[in-house]
């Protein structure tokens, strides 16, 4: 320990969780549930954050009060992302000053009653064959390099450097003059870290490797060839073990969180990932970034199928990557339908949406992208629940739970607490329990409901009291704040009409923001997003923008005054350098696009378009995206500007 400071914030983030009797008391694994040591089931809502003393590249990240921002909006629970590279920058020597910092956050997250998981992190393995992740001397690419013009994440389908380093991390390729391979020195890192949080209660695990890939063999982003399960059992198995091993050895009451490989949760295709650890301490840990709803739900279902299972706490660790808050809020529904605890990694800072004390950049209009993460949910449950369903319209939270506990024991009179965030309940709540009563301070951001002695489930209905201030002004989006439109046609306005053409017409930013309240402000990142439609945006985000509410979006919009002819504007920055997602999401690159590359908005590869630029997607689609399809695209683009 360095400074009393930093030992008072462990202290006190010991204190933070209750139920904690002691060190070693943190949170455990009961079948699919995380608990807690009363075996009441707790829910994790949170997102990724980085390490507060991060180099340069991720400055401006954190303040003091970060963490208790975070709290204050409900969050309990954060993925701190590390890197072998800076924990053990020399084959098995330990960077003590690196381990200080993360001790310092979990402190200082601790202290505000955050949970945190920690994330031993890569991207394409290594600073220097792909991204971030491993140390140089840990790469062993049989003398490939990096080759240029690949970007994140296409090097793991098309880099041979990428590809030939985790075929030999697979194979614990040794390092010369240690007589140890890559692989050992990798479970020395979890050994070290693992010993280091042993007692503390506010670490509830670690996620073993970031979306680990399966090198040179069955390197598809496309599902129809990505199912490779003979990997899985001959490549994650052995390696999950050795991981298991190290961690039950000297962390007997830390969670080991395995992962199945990089994009089978974009992808869909089934998820068998061997499960390790004892009884207790066996997580799974899954990302869902597919831009399909149809393609999120089987994700979401064969890993919580896989964790019933297998008998593993499910913990979602990488969604959203959005700035549509009905997509967010869409998302969100299906995790809170399948009890389902997560940690979400939007397109900016995760600090920087709860703290407004720092910079934020990418994460469009804030406070919208903020009130469609920060929901109300269970964070722990005296029973087991059973039905969770929050209307962000109204504020209006249901919740309905048995009073036996996942391991078979009555809760009796056991204590249920709800986060009620601040965003979402400006001027207070309603509450009306059957089953039960209430035991907190009227008012609260955490309401407490006490079971009755006898009683076999509880109901709890939470509705907000008055009205949610109106969103700030979103961002004015680059290039202009209003596109070229083209001219308005005669009305009336429907589920087809183009936003930038609704907004324009008197009262249609009202009905939009009545009826979706936040999209608008939430699109304001989006380059073009004054050419989409209701229709449109409604095939990404069906779960908010239900059948029945468009429905009556176009009812409202057939009341308005439309005056044709012209809007005037400037035009939006879309190019090959924008994200595939974004071109496809304004109509008109969509038109060029669907035109120029018919075969792009069908294609296997969708997966990637969330994070990836255009022009990046040519060495995965070569036979599609030529060097003259590329030119042509790029030619259509230059004049929408």
């Known amino acids: 320990m360095k400074n009393a400071a930093l030992k008072f914030a462990i202290i006190a983030s010991i204190a933070a969780f209750p ?18 040591g009363d075996g009441r089931v707790v829910t994790i809502h949170g997102g990724n954050v980085m390490l507060p003393d991060a180099p340069a590249k991720a400055a401006g990240r954190f303040t003091a009060e970060t963490p208790a921002r975070m709290a204050e909006q409900g969050f309990n629970g954060v993925r701190l992302v590390i890197f072998l590279s800076a924990l053990m920058p020399q084959p098995g020597v330990i960077d003590k000053g690196y381990l200080y910092q993360i001790e310092k956050a979990v402190g200082a997250y601790g202290a505000a009653g955050i949970h945190t998981l920690i994330d031993f992190h890569q991207d394409e393995y290594s600073a220097l064959v792909g991204a971030r992740g491993m140390p140089n001397w840990a790469v062993f690419s049989d003398g490939y390099q990096r080759m240029p013009g690949i970007e994140f994440p296409v090097g793991y389908f098309r880099d041979p450097a990428v590809q030939r380093s985790f075929d030999n991390f697979w194979k614990n390729h040794p390092v010369p003059g240690t007589g140890k391979g890559v692989q050992d020195f990798y479970l020395e890192g979890l050994r070290a870290v693992a010993d280091h949080f042993r007692d503390n209660p506010s670490v509830i695990g670690i996620d073993v490797m970031n979306e680990p890939a399966t090198g040179s063999r069955c390197a598809q982003p496309d599902p129809g060839n990505a199912d490779c399960p003979e990997l899985e059992q001959e490549l994650l198995k052995p390696f999950y073990a050795r991981a298991a091993k190290v961690i039950n050895q000297v962390a007997p009451h830390l969670i080991v969180f395995v992962e199945p490989f990089m994009l089978q949760g974009a992808l869909g295709t089934p998820i068998n990932t061997p499960i390790a650890g004892k009884a207790g301490q066996r997580g799974l840990s899954f990302h869902n970034y597919g831009p399909i709803k149809a393609t999120r739900e089987r994700v979401n279902d064969g890993a919580l199928a896989l964790a019933t299972r297998e008998g593993a706490a499910i913990l ?14 869409g998302q969100a529904t299906d995790f809170d339908t399948r009890h389902i605890s997560w940690l979400a990694w939007p397109r900016g800072a995760f600090e920087a949406l709860v703290d407004p004390g720092l910079p934020d950049e990418g994460n469009g209009n804030r406070v919208a992208i903020l009130r469609a993460y920060a929901r109300p949910y269970a964070e722990v449950t005296a029973g087991t629940p059973q039905s969770m369903q929050f209307d962000g319209d109204s504020g209006t939270l249901r919740y309905r739970y048995v009073t036996r506990l996942p391991n078979g024991k009555s809760a009796g ?41 006898k009683a ?11 009205e949610l201030p109106p969103l700030p002004k979103a961002p004015v989006p680059e290039g202009g704040e209003v596109l070229a439109l083209p001219p308005i046609p005669p009305g009336p306005l429907t589920r087809n009409s183009l936003l930038g ?29 004054q050419m989409m439609s209701i229709a449109g945006i409604q095939q990404f985000a069906s779960g908010t923008l239900t059948e029945a509410k468009v429905i009556q979006i176009e009812s409202d919009l057939a009341t308005l005054r439309v005056t044709p002819g012209p809007v005037g504007g400037a035009a939006p920055n879309l190019s090959l350098d924008s994200l595939t997602s974004d071109l496809l999401a304004d109509p008109r690159s969509r038109a060029i696009l669907d035109r120029e590359v018919p075969r ?36 259509a683009l230059d004049t929408l500007r």
């Open 600 to 635: 792009l908005s069908a294609s296997p590869q969708q997966s990637l378009f969330p994070q990836t630029k255009l022009r990046d997607l040519q060495p995965v689609m070569p036979d599609v995206l030529t060097d003259e399809v590329l030119a042509r695209v790029g030619r």
């Open 413 to 453: 009179g056991g204590e249920t607490r709800i986060r009620l965030p601040v965003i979402q309940y400006p001027h207070g709540y309603n509450v009306t329990v059957e089953g039960g009563s209430v035991s907190s301070a009227y008012g609260s951001s955490t309401l407490t409901i006490r079971n009755d002695a």
């Open 19 to 36: 139920g904690t009797g002691s060190a070693h008391d943190g949170l455990r694994q009961y079948g699919r549930w995380l608990v807690d």
């Open 316 to 329: 979602n660790t990488e969604w959203g990557f959005s700035n549509d808050p009905a997509e967010i809020t």
């Open 456 to 466: 076999a489930s509880v109901a709890v209905t939470v509705a907000r009291i008055g």
């Open 501 to 529: 053409h609704i907004v324009a017409t008197p009262g249609g930013r009202a009905i939009l923001d009545r009826q979706v309240p936040g999209m608008l402000a939430g699109l304001g990142h989006v380059h073009g997003w």
